[in-house]
């Protein structure tokens, strides 16, 4: 099956300082990723949608400077947390389309998850 | 706007049981597909079962099937014969063939398996 990864799985950071989440699709190529947040016991919520070479398309209510994407290849994305403040604390979750045609159709393979905590 | 509708926030089942899991979705497009992912306490989000709305066979994974009702937007899973590892939060999900791949999740069932 299709494999998504993660970087790192957890961070503890100080606030104002900034981390950056790695995304990667590990055997196929993604032009397509996407960042959800998900606070506990709660469902994902889609942050933004990120295109390879392109500039990310954000959710409504998802401050753009506060969030930074960065799609630079088809297997890697990006997500930088800017001055991270701790309401800012969550679990943050990528995924990666995969096209028809590799597999058996369209779908959403997801990462394993970052969890952040911002002192 | 799209939804997608979890009814049942827990749901418990004896191992070896049978447990159906609801999901009603609300869209006025013709073209969807449907998806159900499992994830567990380790929070990996797991793909279970996907349904292509023009197709009226419904879809099964081994243990794992759905009752698609096209006309009513409802699509429950059923996972028969259930084991301590199917114990997870469920969630519904839906996309549209003009939604640019975004999916919609509903809120998720808590499934708890009883030895």
């Known amino acids: 099956g299709a494999v998504v990864s993660q970087h790192p799985s957890w961070v503890i950071c100080k606030s104002g300082t900034s981390v950056k989440i790695e995304c990667r699709s590990l055997?196929?190529?993604?032009?397509?990723m996407f960042w959800y947040r998900q606070f506990p016991k709660q469902s994902l919520m889609l942050m933004a949608t990120?295109?390879?070479?392109?500039?990310?398309?954000?959710e409504q209510g998802v401050e753009k400077d506060k969030f930074l994407i960065n799609h630079a290849s088809l297997t890697l994305s990006t997500l930088t947390v800017t001055s991270a403040h701790p309401e800012d604390s969550s679990f943050y979750i990528c995924?990666?389309?995969?096209?028809?045609?590799?597999?058996?159709?369209?779908?959403?393979?997801f990462g394993p998850g970052t969890r952040l905590l911002v002192l | 706007a799209q939804t997608v509708t979890q009814s049942q926030p827990e749901m418990s089942v004896q191992e070896a049981e049978t447990v159906t899991l609801s999901c009603t979705y609300d869209?006025?497009?013709?073209?969807?597909?449907l998806f159900w992912y499992k994830q567990p306490p380790s929070r990996q989000m797991i793909l279970v079962i996907r349904?292509?709305?023009?197709?009226?066979q419904n879809a099964t994974e081994n243990r794992f099937s759905v009752n698609f009702q096209k006309a009513a937007k409802s699509f429950s899973l059923k996972i028969s014969d259930s084991q301590l590892g199917d114990a997870a939060m469920y969630f519904c999900?839906?996309?549209?063939?003009?939604?640019?791949?975004?999916?919609?999740f509903g809120e998720g069932t808590q499934l708890t398996v009883n030895p």
């Open positions: 990120s295109n390879e070479g392109s500039k990310a398309t954000y």
């Open positions: 055997d196929f190529q993604a032009t397509t």
């Open positions: 349904q292509e709305a023009y197709k009226q």
């Open positions: 999900a839906y996309r549209t063939s003009t939604s640019g791949s975004r999916l919609t």
């Open positions: 995924s990666a389309r995969r096209l028809a045609g590799e597999g058996g159709g369209e779908t959403q393979y």
């Open positions: 869209t006025s497009e013709s073209d969807y597909y």
